[in-house]
């Protein structure tokens, strides 16, 4: 049954929240699922490769991708810019795979207008106090931005009404077990399976 066209999937989450992990289990265990793997003009972090974690540009090369209209959404997060692309994950959807951007709050609640059917799941850390230990476990970020990405992060668990699932990440493999349940839960949905219940009324394939 289903359609052939993929599921487009938010994921969105507070930095400390573990969001990265879960998702590339959910993806090892799930072949049809698909990275859309964002723009930044964020310097890259220790062990972040090009073209997997992110596609690194400067300001001009971001500016000149967003005049052109290839950004499905983008936004400013702390102070760099982040970018979904466009053409990537149509295509994507198109050959039938699914799709998960993994994007802040404001980029999500902008993708949920423009294609309302977009599965949105929030990601959220079991307890309060795990969000600034991870995010000082990660020890990339000075002390002040710690601060500031600690606030940020309580401020955007408030969003978390805006989603249609969350996910608890206290164990990586039973978040990742979530995403996987909430996916085929969608693709059960009388409202993804329009066509395939007119075949089989009115014949065809
Ligand atoms: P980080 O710099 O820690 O990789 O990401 C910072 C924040 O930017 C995270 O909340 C992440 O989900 C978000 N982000 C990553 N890529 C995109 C994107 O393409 N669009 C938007 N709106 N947010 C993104």
Do not use: W
Request: glycine residues 8%; hydrophobic residues 35%.
């Amino acid at each position: 049954m289903q359609n052939k066209r993929g599921l487009l999937i938010v994921v969105s989450g507070p930095s400390g929240a573990g969001k990265g992990t879960v998702l590339a289990h959910t993806i090892v265990n799930y072949p049809t699922l698909r990275y859309s793997v964002s723009v930044t003009t964020r310097k890259p972090r220790e062990g972040e490769v090009e073209g997997v974690n992110y596609y690194f540009k400067t300001l001009e090369e971001f500016e000149e991708l967003l005049s052109r209209g290839e950004f499905l959404e983008h936004q400013k997060v702390y102070d760099n810019y982040y970018g979904t692309p466009l053409s990537k994950v149509k295509q994507q959807l198109d050959e039938g795979f699914d799709v998960v951007l993994e994007i802040d709050v404001k980029g999500a609640l902008e993708v949920k207008n423009k294609y309302p059917d977009a599965v949105m799941i929030f990601i959220s850390p079991a307890k309060r106090e795990t969000i600034e230990e991870r995010l000082r476990g990660r020890s990339t970020e000075s002390e002040e931005q710690l601060k500031i990405r600690t606030a940020s992060a309580i401020e955007e668990i408030k969003q978390a009404v805006f989603y249609d699932y969350i996910v608890v990440n206290e164990d990586v493999a039973r978040g990742a077990a979530d995403i996987i349940a909430i996916i085929e839960a969608e693709k059960c949905k009388v409202k993804n399976n329009k066509k395939f219940i007119d075949n089989l009324i009115y014949g065809g394939n």
